[in-house]
């Protein structure tokens, strides 16, 4: 390809993660000339998917701490291998039989994305797997010889129908509190939940619905997913969590409410989206960032100078990127680490078996999951809780006989593994399964960042992702509010597309 | 429009440019056309395939269209009385393939020639599954392929519709088409296997009663509100128990399950009437004055009657804690001490005050009903 050198542009877009990749899809049939670069050598960003061994040279890139990755979302990254094996005992396949995601995460049914990756005419190109079960896992009181314990969460009207270790009064004022969530945001509704919310879920739950047993608590801590321990999970937090788990079941086929996308998740969408600018002319470049820019208001024509990494100079009108990847010239993105204390300790950790007790089928006749929730219990209700996404061989990311666990704690990470292994020991297979390799790293937060700020007029700043496990509907709404400022009075629909001729229409 | 949340296809564009118009017109033309050919070459007794085809046409397009699945069935049955009559010898291919069939040549015509319409049948299926003509016009080429055909063949094309029925109903559980449909196909399968034992009776071999009481379990498990599920168990209790010969005791048993099973229901969801229909059933079961549901236990008389409307008055009490906004509890509640004022006289379980108590409730609840809780309130009074 001839040099980026003196080219223009009309937008630039810097990172190819989610965020920039859905803005890059709806500019795909504008008409506009766009150069979309990635100073990493592969697509994805902080969302991407990697084999084993981008795995370990991502994790040497990030190995340091939180001042050497200062412009990188993660830092304090580790690896270890499981001990040489003897002959035919379970071994890892080849390095690209997996594609493990740095960001796995929860993209329910009823989230805005999909609808807008259908009218996108991109979800011919993905394929969407069921979430299927959720469980949670109690570790047994320390010293005790006893083993632990995986529950099955129940997840509507019929689940608590067969659930046996709900009594009749148990049955009665759970259903009693998910029709409450079901309809917490309508008229009906609002005034108790003005009165309810600032409550812990637990306590709310043990005053005004008559639940207080740990057998009834756990469940709906384990649908509402919080980072924070069970003593700060408010009512205000956990009960849009739950209704959007509770309204999206059903919604793409009985008994799951959420979707993974195959062979890498977000990653996968990521370069769906990109390869659809592609094809709409827009011009990928990887291995380069911004390094420097110049003020539009600065410039003669009111375009922006911008310098890549390789040192060639273009012309934009507008920027567009996640605060990481922006240049400090034109940013107010804080480097100070220190602003930004908040991060969650992740883990990826293979395992040697496929573990299908935690994949059992969403409904009579359904489809078999390819995802699965587990919510590992803490020691108390002041520490917080681990979740692990179980992703099984069908997800695409492992081979077969083998499952991806995704585990992530908020903070310290010491409790990280010993959930791992709780999980493990509670599904009582024979033999244990084992983590062959895993990875760990720090997840850092955005600093508080407002929103699309624009230093310059036409600098437009995206919402990263956030550092927690459930897709929010931001990140999409982000990018819309870019794409309007960018296309401007002449909009059409956002992510409304006719699909292109001599494409084939898959139903 | 949504039938039980499963949103229908508009058959209308709802586009109204020019073009689109244009193109509807067109549409409209070519269909009248083809319906005009159609009535014509019937009319003039043509039963040729060319007339054949172009019903398939016409049907395609609008299967509620009844008359036109008269006149293919006029035509499929001229056909049939042909081949079954025929004189002329059938060819070598056809031959092999009907001894590979183990049937003669004219009746695996037949059985092509039905197999081949019901896969016809299959997308029209999937995409109008409350047509009654397609399920009608499916049942009637069963019925024929039961009568010219000998049952090892006709029993065959039953399973498989069983297979089919029970898809259907995993894709529309509520679908009571399907479920009618279900009775029809079971029935035929349990005579065929029978051996022309009457199948009703339900103590051959052939008999499905248990599978099939097992489906109302599975289908109740996966979707509480399912009326015609629970209905269908309701039809099948009395031949499950003649079939497992159960005595005194198994009965009894039996019930007090049944029992357990629909107040763990009510109990997850008191808001359901379905549950509340089955309830009912279950209570009517007992009451020997009710000619219409055949007794579950053996004996059954006031004695039995009283015992349990006393139980699950209470029972039925019992819920109303956390669901004092519940019509169908109050319903119960007034409709069993009603029952059981009759039976046993005053001085029973429930106080006139207490009934009283729970009509009150229910007219606040229910106000667009007024008319028929004031005929209640008379009917106590009395």
New interface residues.
């Given amino acids: 390809m001839d040099s980026l050198d003196n080219t223009s542009w009309d937008v630039v877009i810097t990172g190819t993660g989610l965020p920039q990749s859905l803005l890059a899809l709806s500019l795909s049939r504008s008409g506009k000339q766009i150069l979309h670069i990635d100073r990493n050598d592969y697509y994805g960003g902080d969302e991407a998917a990697l084999s084993l061994s981008e795995a370990e040279q991502w994790v040497k890139k990030h190995g340091g701490d939180a001042s050497e990755n200062a412009d990188s979302a993660y830092s304090h990254a580790t690896i270890s291998h499981s001990e040489a094996q003897e002959e035919g005992a379970k071994k890892l396949g080849f390095s690209r039989a997996y594609s493990l995601a740095l960001t796995p995460h929860l993209i329910y049914a009823r989230s805005n994305l999909l609808p807008a990756v259908v009218s996108s005419r991109t979800h011919s190109q993905l394929e969407f797997q069921a979430v299927g079960s959720w469980f949670t896992v109690t570790a047994p009181p320390d010293g005790s010889s006893s083993q632990s314990r995986l529950t099955r969460v129940p997840s509507g ?2 689940d ?3 659930d046996d270790s709900l009594d ?2 148990a ?3 759970l ?2 509190f998910l029709r409450f969530v079901a309809s917490y945001d309508e008229e009906s509704e609002q005034q108790r939940m003005k009165q309810l919310k600032s409550l812990p879920l637990s306590v709310a739950l043990k005053q005004h619905f ?1 639940l207080s047993s740990a057998t009834a608590v756990a469940p709906l801590l384990a649908l509402a997913l919080p980072t924070v321990s069970e003593a700060e999970t408010t009512m205000e937090f956990a009960v849009p969590r739950i209704a959007c788990h509770l309204r999206s079941i ?1 919604m793409f086929g ?1 008994g799951f409410s959420a979707v993974l996308p195959k062979w890498g998740g977000l990653a996968e969408i990521a370069q769906v989206a990109c390869r659809a600018c592609a094809v709409g002319g827009g011009v990928y470049v990887l291995g380069q960032g911004v390094k420097n820019a110049t003020h539009a208001e600065d410039t003669g024509d009111s375009k922006l100078r911008l310098e890549l990494t390789g040192g060639e100079k273009v012309l934009a009108e507008w920027l567009v990127g996640c605060p990481r990847d922006m240049p400090s010239t034109i940013s107010t993105h804080n480097m100070s680490r220190a602003a930004s204390a908040e991060y969650m300790t992740k883990s990826i950790s293979i395992v040697s078996s496929p573990l299908t007790s935690l994949f059992p089928p969403t ?3 359904g489809v078999i999951p390819a995802g699965a929730v587990v919510w590992v219990e803490s020691a108390s209700s002041s520490s917080r809780s681990v979740r692990i996404l179980v992703h099984s061989s069908e997800s695409g990311e492992c081979p077969a006989s083998q499952c991806v666990l995704y585990a992530s704690l908020r903070g310290d990470p010491s409790y990280l593994d010993i959930a791992v292994q709780h999980l493990l020991e509670s599904l009582a297979e024979r033999p244990k399964p084992e983590v062959l390799w895993r990875m760990q790293y720090r997840h850092h937060a955005e600093a508080e960042q407002p929103r699309n700020t624009t230093t310059s007029e036409n600098v437009v700043t995206l919402q990263p992702l956030s550092t927690d496990i459930v897709l929010e509907d931001d990140v999409l709404t982000s990018a819309e509010q870019a794409w309007r400022k960018i296309m401007g009075d002449g909009a059409a629909e956002f992510m409304k597309f006719e699909s292109r001729e001599g494409v084939d229409e898959d139903e | 429009m949504q039938s039980h ?1 499963i949103p229908r296809v508009a058959a209308t564009t709802l586009d109204k440019s020019e073009q689109a118009r244009n193109k509807e017109r067109k549409q409209i033309i070519q269909y009248q056309a083809l319906e005009r050919d159609v009535v014509d070459r019937v009319k003039a007794k043509d039963y040729s395939d060319t007339t054949f085809q172009l019903t398939s046409q016409l049907l395609t397009q609008n299967p509620e269209y009844y008359t036109i699945w008269n006149y293919r069935r006029l035509i499929l049955q001229h056909v049939f009385a042909r081949e079954l009559a025929a004189d002329e010898e059938p060819s070598e291919q056809d031959s092999a393939a009907a001894e590979k069939a183990n049937l003669p040549p004219a009746q695996h015509e037949v059985l092509l020639l039905i197999k081949e319409d019901l896969q016809f049948l299959i997308p029209l299926l999937k995409q109008y599954p409350k047509c009654y003509w397609i399920w009608n016009h499916r049942s009637w080429l069963l019925g024929t392929a039961t009568k010219h055909l000998p049952a090892h063949s006709a029993v065959t094309l039953w399973q498989a519709e069983l297979g089919l029925v029970s ?1 259907m109903l ?1 894709l529309d559980s509520r679908n009571f088409h399907g479920w009618g449909y279900r009775r029809e196909v079971v029935l035929a399968i349990e005579r065929l296997n029978s051996n022309g034992d009457d199948g009703e009776k339900g103590s051959g071999t052939g008999n499905m009663v248990e599978s099939e009481f097992a489906y109302t379990t ?2 109740i ?4 509100s399912n009326f015609s599920a629970w209905h269908y168990r309701s039809q099948l209790i009395p031949r499950l128990l003649s079939s497992r010969k159960a005595d005194t005791n198994t009965r009894r048993e039996f019930l007090d399950a049944e029992f357990e099973l629909i ?3 009510l ?3 008191p808001y359901d009437q379905s549950l509340w229909f089955y309830h009912q059933y279950l209570m009517a079961t007992l009451n020997p004055s009710n000619a219409q549901a055949l007794p579950v236990l053996d004996p059954c008389g006031r004695e039995e009657h009283a015992r349990y409307l006393e139980r699950e008055i209470g029972s039925v009490r019992e ?1 109303l804690e ?2 004092e906004d519940c019509k169908y509890i109050y319903q119960a509640l007034l409709e069993y001490s009603g029952l059981h004022l009759e039976v046993e006289g005053e001085g029973g379980e429930v106080a006139l005050g207490e009934m009283r108590e729970w009509l009150r409730e229910l007219r606040g609840i229910d106000p667009l009903r007024e008319g028929r809780w004031r005929d209640l309130e008379r009917k106590m009074g009395s």
């Fill in positions: 009207r019929e608590v129908f067969r009749l009064r049955k009665r004022s259903m009693k008559g059903g009985p409904a009579e006749g | 949340g898809k995993g599975k289908m498990q996966s979707n509480l107040t763990r229901a109990y997850t969801d819920m956390g669901a």
